[in-house]
C-alpha cells in the first residue's frame, strides 16, 4: 500500500502545523520524516491514521481516503505514537492479546511477524508495561502495532531518548519488516538515521524542505565543506566565526565544519589566519556533507 | 589538590531491593571541565546523577560535590549546583520573565540581583520580543537555551544537564554546545548526559556506564584509541553491546 498526501494544510488557532504540503510514500518503502520538535511531524501521522482531519488538502493511504474510508484504513495499518500507547496497568501479554483482539484476530495468527521481537521481551512478560524500561516498551508497542498484520506501518519517534545501542537494534527490526512487505513511514529527530531510509522528507515549520534518498540529498550540497580542528575547540569556533570569508561554521563532533563564501578557498589562508589567533595543532581537510549539514543549510536563515 | 575537583565519588553505589542500579563507581571530576556521562538506558546514570546532586543516598560508598559530603550536606550541594532536565526544566504557564524571577527566589538571590540578571539573561539571548510571553508558546530550543540559563542564575560551581538536546533541531543544538563551551571556559563545570554520539566528542573526557558500573572514563580520543573505533559512535556500540 502507498501513501499519498496532497497540499495538506493543518492549523490550531494561530500556530500553523502544516502548511501545503504534499508527498508521496511508495509501497513497500521505507520513507523517513526528518525534523526536530515542532516540524509537524506528528500532525501529519494524526492525518494519515484517521485521528485528526486536515483543514485543506487529501491523503490517501492505500486506495482509501483519510475521512471517507477511514474504517478500513484503521484496519490495514499499524501506528505507533511518541509516547507509546500501551496500556501501563497491563501486563505485556496482556497488552498483547488486548491490540489483537481489538483487531479480531490473535497472537498467534501473526506471531510469525512479531516473534524477532517479542522473543527479546517474553522473559518480561507478565511484567506490566508500566515497569517496562524505555528499550522494552518500545519493542512492545511494536509488537502492539504489528499484531494486526497491517500492511503500513506509522512509527512516531520511535527511537526518541533511546540510547545508540537500541537505536541501532530498532532499525534493524524495521529493515526486515520492511523485507516482508511492508510499507513504513517513520519519523525521527536523529539525523544519522535519515542515511538508513529509502527516501527522506526533511521538515521543519510544517513545510518541506526537499524529498530525496539519503544519497541524493548529500550530493546536492552546493558547498565544499572542509574539517576544522585546532587545540582549542572554543576558542577555534569563535575564530571562525569572525573569520571575514566564513559562510557557515558547525561543530561536528571533533571537528569544525566550515563552509567559505569564496569559489576559490585556500586551506594556507585560513591556517595563517587561525594561527594569527594563537591557535595552535591546526588541521584542515576538505569532508563530504552530511544529511545534518543538509538540513543545517535549508534551515539557515 | 581537593579544591581542583568539583566531584569525588568513590565505590558509590545504591540498590534498590536485590537489584543494584550504581554498582560502585569511582571517579573525579575538575574544575572547569565539560565531563560526559553515558550510558544506555537503564545502565544506571540518571541514579548515580540523584545522589549527585543530593536528591537520593547512595547506599554505600562515598562522594563529594562541590566540596559537600553526600550525605551529611545534601542542602549546601543543592544551593552549589545548577540542574537542569529535559523533561521539565521551566514552568510552561508562567512568561520568561516570571521563570528567571521564580528561580532567582528559590535560590535566595535578591530582587535587585535578579533584576539586572534578568535583564542581562533576556538581552544575551535576544529574548527582548517574547521576554513577556508564556513559555508555552516557545519553540523548544529556545526554552532548553531559557532554561540552561535560569540554571546558571546563582553563579553554580558546576552544572548538571540531563539530556538538554534531546528532540531539539541541528542549529539549535550547536548553539547550546556554544553556551556549554562559554560556560566552562569562564569555570563553571558542566557535567553532561547525551544520546548523540557527536556531542560525546565535545566534552573534555567521558565516561560510560554498563550495567551500574563504569566501563570506560578518558578523553575522547584515548576512548577511540583504546577500542580502535573511528568515532564515539562506534566506542559506544562496542562497549554496550559487549
Known amino acids: 500500500m502507498s501513501i499519498l498526501v496532497k497540499n495538506i494544510s493543518k492549523s490550531y488557532g494561530d500556530l500553523i502545523a502544516l502548511k501545503n504540503l504534499t508527498l508521496e510514500v511508495k509501497e513497500g518503502e521505507l520513507f523517513g520524516l526528518i525534523g526536530p520538535d515542532g516540524a509537524g511531524k506528528t500532525s501529519l501521522f494524526r492525518i494519515l491514521t484517521t485521528l485528526l482531519i486536515a483543514d485543506e488538502g487529501t491523503a490517501t493511504v492505500g486506495d482509501f481516503d483519510v475521512i471517507s474510508e477511514y474504517k478500513e484504513i484503521r484496519n490495514s495499518v499499524g501506528y505507533m505514537p511518541g509516547q507509546f500507547s500501551l496500556y501501563q496497568d497491563l501486563t505485556v501479554e496482556e497488552n498483547l492479546n488486548f491490540f489483537a483482539t481489538i483487531f479480531g484476530t490473535t497472537v498467534e495468527e501473526n506471531y510469525d511477524l512479531i516473534k524477532d521481537i517479542y522473543i527479546q521481551i517474553e522473559p518480561f512478560k507478565n511484567r506490566r508495561a508500566g515497569k517496562l524500561s524505555g528499550g522494552m516498551k518500545q519493542k512492545l508497542a511494536l509488537c502492539c502495532a504489528l499484531i494486526h498484520n497491517p500492511k503500513v506501518l506509522f512509527l512516531d519517534e520511535p527511537t526518541t531518548g533511546v540510547d545508540p545501542v537500541s537505536r541501532k537494534e530498532f532499525w534493524e527490526m524495521l529493515k526486515r519488516l520492511q523485507q516482508k512487505g511492508i510499507t513504513i513511514l517513520v519519523s525521527t529527530p536523529y539525523m544519522d538515521e535519515a542515511a538508513l531510509c529509502d527516501r527522506i522528507a526533511l521538515i521543519q515549520h510544517g513545510k518541506i524542505l526537499d524529498i530525496e534518498s539519503p544519497q541524493r540529498i548529500v550530493e546536492n550540497f552546493p558547498k565544499k565543506i572542509f574539517n576544522v580542528k585546532a587545540s582549542n575547540m572554543y576558542q577555534l569556533i569563535k575564530s ?21 563564501k569564496r569559489e576559490n578557498f585556500s586551506k594556507e589562508e585560513l591556517k595563517l589566519y587561525l594561527e594569527s589567533q594563537n591557535l595552535s595543532e591546526i588541521t584542515i581537510e576538505s569532508t563530504h ?4 549539514d543538509v538540513f543545517m543549510e ?4 | ?22 554498582n560502585a563507581i569511582s571517579f573525579k571530576v575538575k574544575k572547569g571541565e565539560i565531563f560526559g556521562f ?3 538506558n ?14 537520593s543516598y547512595p547506599s554505600s560508598g562515598k562522594a563529594n ?32 520573565k516570571e521563570n528567571i524571577v521564580f528561580f532567582g527566589g528559590i535560590y535566595g538571590l535578591k530582587r535587585s540581583v535578579i533584576k539586572v540578571k534578568s535583564e542581562a539573561l533576556i538581552n544575551e539571548l535576544g529574548l527582548q520580543e517574547v521576554a513577556n510571553n508564556l513559555v508555552s508558546s ?20 558546576i552544572i548538571f544537564l540531563d539530556e538538554p538536546t534531546g528532540g531539539v533541531d541541528p542549529i539549535t543544538r550547536r548553539q547550546f554546545w556554544e553556551m556549554i563551551y562559554k560556560t566552562a571556559h569562564n569555570g563553571t563545570t558542566v557535567f553532561v548526559t547525551t544520546h548523540y554520539m557527536d556531542e560525546a566528542e565535545y566534552c573534555d573526557r567521558v565516561s560510560i556506564m554498563v550495567d551500574g558500573k563504569i566501563e570506560a572514563l578518558d578523553t575522547p580520543k584515548k576512548l577511540k584509541e583504546q577500542f580502535d573505533a573511528d568515532t564515539m559512535n562506534d566506542v559506544f556500540l562496542k562497549l554496550a553491546r559487549g
Not at chain 1, 535549508?298 to 536563515?301: M, S
Not at chain 2, 537503564?42 to 536528591?55: D, N, P, Q, S
Open chain 1, 240 to 260: 571562525l566565526k569572525s573569520y571575514e570569508n566564513n559562510y557557515s561554521v558547525y561543530p561536528f563532533g571533533e571537528f569544525i565544519h566550515y563552509t567559505d
Open chain 1, 289 to 292: 556533507p552530511t544529511i545534518e
Open chain 1, 298 to 301: 535549508l534551515t539557515k536563515e
Open chain 2, 1 to 22: 589538590m581537593k579544591q581542583d575537583n568539583v566531584i569525588i565519588a568513590e565505590e558509590l553505589s545504591k540498590t534498590f531491593g536485590d537489584f543494584t542500579a550504581v
Open chain 2, 38 to 40: 553515558l550510558g544506555a
Open chain 2, 42 to 55: 537503564g545502565a544506571g546514570k540518571t541514579t548515580a546523577m540523584k545522589m549527585l546532586i543530593g536528591i
Open chain 2, 65 to 96: 560535590v562541590v566540596g559537600y559530603d553526600v550525605f551529611t550536606q545534601a542542602e549546601s550541594i543543592k544551593k552549589n549546583i545548577g540542574y537542569m532536565s529535559q523533561k521539565f526544566a521551566l514552568y510552561d504557564d508562567l512568561t520568561v
Open chain 2, 138 to 157: 516557545l519553540p523548544l530550543g529556545w526554552k532548553q537555551k531559557i532554561a540552561f540559563s535560569v540554571a546558571l542564575l546563582h553563579d553554580p560551581k
